[in-house]
């Protein structure tokens, strides 16, 4: 049996995609996750079903635990031979604690690597558009702790840019500091708070004014301070902030990256039905349909693993064409090995019946294999062609607690099918008005109206 061994995994800023490839396999291979109170959440989600979750994170002037007990619990869970990930915020060894944790594991004969992450000294002010260097204005930078004990001065190094982490609470030290360092009351100094996330927020301001600037703003933890000439550039190239911030409440939320920034906040999923039925009499009876229409990947998912419940695989859909409603159920239909016939341009209910207005659908068998609740639409469009068709209700939506979402931050709204309209004005009530609603697809859109919202139809 394979020995313990402790993996020190940097996190990132806060944007879960900034997650390096090496870190993103460990967490889905641990066996124990130590993480800080920082990580993005969505990266425990990854997590294998068994894996031990411990919460060992600090807040200021408060801790779950205190260093040596963090340390112990490495060493002991990786002492019962299994694979530790201490998850930590942004870098393990960038005012992480990182090294004093590999001493510990270095003392104990426990074997350990380190895998770095994105620090946000670095990720904040690129997502603020304040690049820390730039030939045209300073070919160096310093990183400084601002959390400093307080009978400590924070040491000014002679750098053209100075990069402040965890200073929030000490911001006018910082700025005493740096005056007395010789910095002119004239320089530009930014904050960045939760950099990286879908709330970011830049404060700007000049050394001379910026404890009243922060004190206005109401700045937050956790936030970094940027100071320097390079500041001057953050309106030419904010890059971030100029992207709408889009809530998506449903599945698949790397379908609409472009359209801005994805918040995903699930607020509804998908579970198997409690009677099968209707689905198993289908199953037997599939030889005598002409077509599978597939609405969605979940649809394909739940569908084929009644199919293999039932002792069957995807031979038994030989004499069947299969179509599907979009490029995404294409790709996960490609894992069962097989190639949708039909596949529209337009994703949605209607591009589907585009095409299959080009085919002769009379005396077609048709079966849908879809949502126990999904719009009729789709049946009605192939009936009124002559088909005959059966719906095949494989899967059942139900509501979820959505993880925490700020409205204010939120640009636009993606109802991606009805259940998702009704989920939300039963958790928040009525849409923001500063929010744009969108649904796909005509169904979503007249349920949405029927709870209140006023949605357009997302153009694809």
Known sequence: MPKGKVYLVG????????????????????????????????????AKAEAEIITVGKFASRHTMSQDQINALLIEKAGMRRIVVRLKGGDPFLFGRGGE???????????????????????????AGIPPTHRDFTPNVAIVTGHRKAQKDIEIPNA?????????GNIQKIIGSLLKAGWSPQTKIAAVERGTLYNQRVVTGFLESFVQTVKKAGLSTPAIFIVGKVVELHEKLNWFGGKPRILVLGTHPEKYTHLGTIVHRPIVKCVPLEDTSKLDGMIKALEGFNWLVFTSANGVRFFFERLRQSGLDARALCSAKVAVIGRTTARRLTSFGILADLVPD???????????????????KVLLPQAAAASRELREGLAAMGAMVEEAPVYQTVEVEPADVDLEHIDKILFTSGSTARAFVKRFGRVPSHIKACCLGAPTQAEAAKHGIDAEILSQ
């Open 11 to 46: 996190a990132g800023p806060g944007d879960a995609e900034l997650i390096t490839l090496k870190g993103y396999g460990l967490i889905c291979q641990a066996d124990v996750i130590l993480h800080d109170h920082l990580i993005p959440a969505e990266l425990l989600h990854l």
């Open 101 to 127: 944790e590999a001493e510990a594991c270095a003392q104990a004969g426990v074997d350990f690597e380190v895998v770095p992450g994105v620090t946000s000294a670095l990720a904040a002010p690129s997502y």
């Open 160 to 168: 053209g840019t100075i990069i402040f982490l965890m200073g929030v």
């Open 346 to 364: 337009t994703e949605s209910s209607a591009g589907l019946l585009e095409e299959f207005k080009k085919r002769d659908m009379r005396d077609k």
